[in-house]
């Protein structure tokens, strides 16, 4: 059974502050995801990566950044807070090969910026 | 470019009655389509991919290449059917979600 675990269900954060997020997944998946979730919106792309060490921007990369140094783990990085990035944060991961393609989401962090 | 709309932000039925959740997609090559579904205060999972064609808790969609269409269908909703429904395009490495549609079935 697929395990997609982030660092924090709540977060609560200030203007101007460094802020990490954190993914973990056990499936040794080589695909990992990061979107935003906001209501009227749906989900957004802000960063994936194929593999580690790399990543590719995907639809709203602006004022985010990734790293990911292991395989499974992924972490969003926000420089420096702004209130237009409160919104719930999703994790998921995927294999690349395979004919049922499938992305496991983890069970989100909701942040807010004050 | 690839983009998937769905074109009712809200959608509401009674138990018992059909429901259908439209989704329309934009893709140069052959299309791979999914639905999840978020129910509250769970995690998104797929609900059922269109290569499959499966039927999932009563649910089925079919993939219309012609109309660009892989509309979500229910002959009889029930109410643990409420939940957030996105339609997804794989493209590459990525899914593209559309905006999703809340689905409520009342008692």
């Known amino acids: 059974d697929v395990k997609v675990t982030q660092s924090s269900r709540y977060l609560v954060k200030r203007t101007g502050e460094k802020v990490f997020l954190e993914c973990v997944q056990d499936?040794?998946?080589?695909?990992m995801f990061w979107y935003r979730q906001d209501p009227g919106l749906g989900l957004r792309l802000i960063y994936f990566?194929?593999?580690?060490?790399?990543?590719e921007k995907g639809d709203i990369p602006e004022g985010y950044s990734v790293s990911r140094e292991k395989k499974e783990r992924f972490s969003l990085i926000l420089e420096s807070a702004s209130t237009n990035q409160t919104s719930m944060y999703l994790c998921?991961?995927?294999?690349?090969?395979?004919?049922?393609?499938?992305?496991?989401f983890g069970p989100g962090t909701r942040l807010t910026v004050t | 470019a690839q983009r998937v709309t769905q074109p009712e932000k809200l959608l509401s039925v009674f138990k018992g009655a059909p429901v259908e959740l439209k989704c329309n997609y934009s893709?140069?090559?052959?299309?791979?389509l999914f639905w999840y579904v978020q129910y509250s205060r769970q995690r998104l999972q797929l609900l059922l991919r269109h290569i499959s064609r499966e039927s999932i808790k009563g649910f089925t969609a079919d993939l219309n290449k012609g109309e660009t269409s892989f509309h979500l269908k229910k002959p009889f909703a029930q109410e643990e059917d409420s939940a957030m429904y996105y339609c997804a395009l794989r493209g590459n490495y990525k899914l593209t979600f559309g905006k999703g549609t809340l689905l409520t079935v009342n008692p």
């Open positions: 998921a991961s995927s294999l690349t090969s395979g004919s049922t393609y499938e992305q496991y």
């Open positions: 499936m040794d998946h080589e695909n």
């Open positions: 990566s194929y593999d580690v060490k790399m990543k």
């Open positions: 893709y140069s090559g052959s299309p791979e």
